[in-house]
């Protein structure tokens, strides 16, 4: 089945670490996303791409930083300088008309 | 930036009810998608409508882009209806290829058997 898997589903980081998450996509879909979700808010956007190669800054892309080098990939990693990084994370694909979400990354900083 | 209201923030009904969902903007959208967010964080797409009226069984939602509102209409509502709902919208000008949508609050449905 075509989709978007994001993994792990729960990540725990030490403060100053940095961590990565993934997202892989198998819909042949050109653009990705990542939006960052807090209890009882909407989503934002972090980051996103077109195409293979280029990438994007979104509405709150300060601490996180983005790859992509493959079509179907498209990994999110939250540095140390991200302040506040506990949050759900959703990676998405689409095309002209709609979105595919993942299931998404509960981070918690401990 | 654009704006995105939505009501009510919170909505409790009893099974079998019917409840409409708004949402108002701020500017000019070329984009305009209501999403489903399940108990357990899962995003699912319910329309991708910018202007008109569509249906998909017991969901409805049409978009008067003139007036900057949508609305999402659930008949009969079931249990498994119960979740967050977002309205989300892409920008006008908005980047060929790319939907960077700005998303509500979220209306929050329960529904009580």
């Known amino acids: 089945d075509g989709g978007i898997t994001q993994s792990p589903k729960y990540l725990f980081r030490k403060e100053g670490q940095n961590v990565t998450l993934s997202c892989e996509q198998n819909?042949?879909?050109?653009?990705m996303y990542w939006y960052r979700q807090d209890p009882g808010q909407g989503l934002r956007l972090i980051y996103y791409?077109?195409?293979?190669?280029?990438?994007q800054k979104g509405d709150i892309a300060e601490g996180y930083s983005v790859s992509r080098e493959k079509k179907e990939s498209f990994p999110l990693t939250v540095t140390s300088a991200q302040k506040n990084p506990t949050a759900f994370y959703l990676c998405?694909?689409?095309?002209?008309?709609?979105?595919?979400f993942g299931s998404g990354t509960r981070l918690t900083v401990v | 930036g654009i704006q995105v209201e939505q009501s009510p923030p919170d909505l409790i009904l009893q099974e079998g009810a019917n409840s409409t969902l708004r949402c108002n903007f701020s500017?000019?959208?070329?984009?305009l998608q209501w999403f489903h967010q399940n108990p357990w964080g899962q995003l699912i797409n319910l329309f991708y409508?910018?202007?008109g009226t569509k249906q998909n069984g017991r969901l409805s939602a049409t978009t008067v882009a003139t007036e900057r509102y949508s609305l999402l209409y659930i008949s009969s509502s079931q249990t498994t209806d119960s979740g967050v709902y977002f309205c989300?919208?892409?920008?006008?000008?908005?980047?060929?290829?790319?939907?960077?949508?700005?998303f509500g609050q979220g209306t929050r449905l329960t529904i009580n058997p």
């Open positions: 409508i910018p202007s």
């Open positions: 989300a919208v892409d920008r006008r000008g908005s980047i060929q290829g790319a939907q960077k949508l700005v």
């Open positions: 791409s077109q195409i293979v190669n280029d990438f």
């Open positions: 500017d000019s959208v070329n984009n």
């Open positions: 819909l042949n879909h050109d653009a």
């Open positions: 998405a694909s689409t095309t002209r008309h709609g979105y595919t």
